[in-house]
């Protein structure tokens, strides 16, 4: 074992001193071509910085998007007779009388600035102690649920939805989760339809 260690090490030192006799009685054709060598690595190392900054150029940026102008037209004379009708509603008061208990539903605090249903075994319902709520604070039947504009609401969330409206009592108004193009196919639809767009 301990000769095999020896040649190794008899070896190496050999192969040691070749390598550094080598180096210094170098040929110049070999200089040459390491020169040549380091030239192409460099050229090789040009070539793929030019192919990194064509590829951010070839990064093209979305195209902005304008959103469609809704072209209202004139109001059809049914929603304008609504809204004449909406104008000369009864104004309702926020606070709707007080009743039940003195201190606990009183004025001041916000709780009870507003008209609620009594009920609860609690209530007093003494004439002295306040009013009972009278019927009556509810709007017509013909007025509930129509827009100030004079419209009825109709939620659209497709093509289909906008063709079902009827363009002179109701007025469409888009779903919040409709993306721009889509809206805006929409409106184009609905200016051509002349359909009344709230949103």
């Not at 090490?9 to 071509?33: L, M």
């Not at 606070?95 to 009870?112: D, L, V």
């Not at 002179?168 to 779903?175: D, E, F, I, P, V």
Request: charged letters at 40%; one cysteine or more.
């Amino acid at each position: 074992m301990a000769e095999k260690v020896a040649k190794k090490k008899e070896d190496q030192a050999k192969a040691d001193a070749f390598a550094g006799r080598s180096e210094a009685g170098a040929s110049p054709r070999k200089v040459e071509t390491t020169a040549t060598e380091k030239k192409e690595t460099t050229k090789a190392e040009t070539k793929t910085t030019e192919k990194k900054v064509e590829t951010k150029k070839e990064v093209v940026k979305k195209k902005f998007i304008q959103y469609v102008k809704k072209e209202n037209k004139k109001k059809s004379k049914e929603a304008l007779d609504n809204q004449k009708k909406l104008d000369l509603r009864k104004h309702v008061p926020v606070m709707r009388g007080r009743f039940g208990k003195k201190n606990i539903r009183r004025k001041s605090i916000a709780k009870w600035d507003k008209w609620r249903k009594p009920h609860g075994i609690d209530l007093d319902k003494g004439i002295h102690h306040g009013f009972r709520p009278k019927i009556g604070y509810r709007s017509r039947v013909d007025l509930r649920g129509i827009h100030p504009s004079g419209y009825i609401d109709a939620l659209v969330c497709n093509m289909n939805d906008l063709v079902k409206i009827n363009p002179k009592t109701q007025a469409a108004r888009l779903s919040s989760t409709i993306g721009k193009k889509k809206r805006n196919e929409l409106i184009t639809k609905a200016n051509e339809l002349g359909i009344w767009v709230l949103n």
